[in-house]
């Protein structure tokens, strides 16, 4: 019984960590505010985690920040083909639904992984999320388009597009609770992304061949 208690206490903890970790950030957050939220004694929370560093380590696992990159991989893999992604499959079938049901499941994590985790080992994580995503976006752009020499402009404008793509995920995630409100969020944003992408790979041609 007392073990079922202690259980009980830890989990309020990092739910309440987690919490406040997604809307003040790492950084921001004290042992205080997380007591509070939590319903407990601030001295309480030491007798489960000796700092605010491992409550973090404890909302944020290296088995959830895998699974978060392996999901990601999967869906760029879906774009390595010379046409590029199948316009027919929907944003939420395929690697794309899995990542996305994923973002959904696991709506706080995903944010402070990606926006708010300034000071901890994984606060370049979004950086080089947006990083990874551009050198794959080139890699199926060249082929596509092998004539199509990559500019530092069009690399710079792929990796603003993708920046505001991840910037997009974070502000549907803290926006939207309902699943199927995000979903239709989700859809719409991916049009809007992937068509602006498509546009600006387009104008890069058309400037090749105005030359």
């Known amino acids: 019984m007392v073990q079922i208690r202690k259980e009980i206490v830890r989990?309020?903890?990092?739910?309440?960590?987690?919490?406040?970790?997604?809307?003040?950030?790492f950084r921001k957050s004290t042992v205080e505010a997380i007591a509070k939220k939590a319903g407990?004694?601030?001295?309480?929370?030491?007798?489960?985690?000796?700092?605010?560093?491992?409550l973090f380590k404890a909302v944020i696992t290296p088995e959830f920040v895998e699974e978060f990159s392996l999901l990601t991989r999967n869906r760029i893999a879906e774009f390595e083909q010379p046409q590029g992604i199948d316009?027919?499959?929907?944003?939420?079938?395929?690697?794309?639904?899995?990542?996305?049901?994923?973002?959904?499941?696991?709506?706080?994590k995903v944010v402070i992984l990606l926006a708010r985790s300034e000071g901890t080992e994984y606060e370049d994580?979004?950086?080089?999320?947006v990083q990874d995503m551009t050198a794959q976006a080139i890699a199926q752009i060249r082929k596509q388009y092998p004539g199509l020499e990559i500019t530092a402009l069009l690399q710079f404008m792929l990796e603003k597009a993708l920046t505001d793509s991840v910037r997009g995920i974070v502000s549907i995630l803290e926006h939207f609770?309902?699943?199927?409100?995000?979903?239709?969020?989700?859809?719409?944003?991916?049009?809007?992304?992937?068509?602006?992408?498509?546009?600006?790979?387009?104008?890069a041609s058309r400037q090749k061949r105005a030359i």
Do not use: C, M
Request: aromatic content about 14%; proline content about 2%; hydrophobic content about 40%.
């Open 11 to 25: 989990d309020k903890i990092v739910l309440a960590a987690e919490a406040l970790f997604a809307q003040a950030g």
């Open 40 to 54: 407990i004694a601030t001295g309480n929370i030491y007798t489960y985690y000796p700092n605010k560093r491992a």
């Open 87 to 108: 316009p027919s499959l929907s944003y939420s079938e395929g690697e794309a639904g899995k990542l996305l049901h994923f973002w959904i499941k696991n709506r706080s």
């Open 125 to 129: 994580f979004g950086q080089q999320y």
């Open 177 to 203: 609770e309902d699943e199927s409100a995000i979903l239709e969020a989700f859809g719409a944003g991916t049009a809007y992304h992937l068509g602006g992408i498509t546009a600006l790979v387009e104008w």
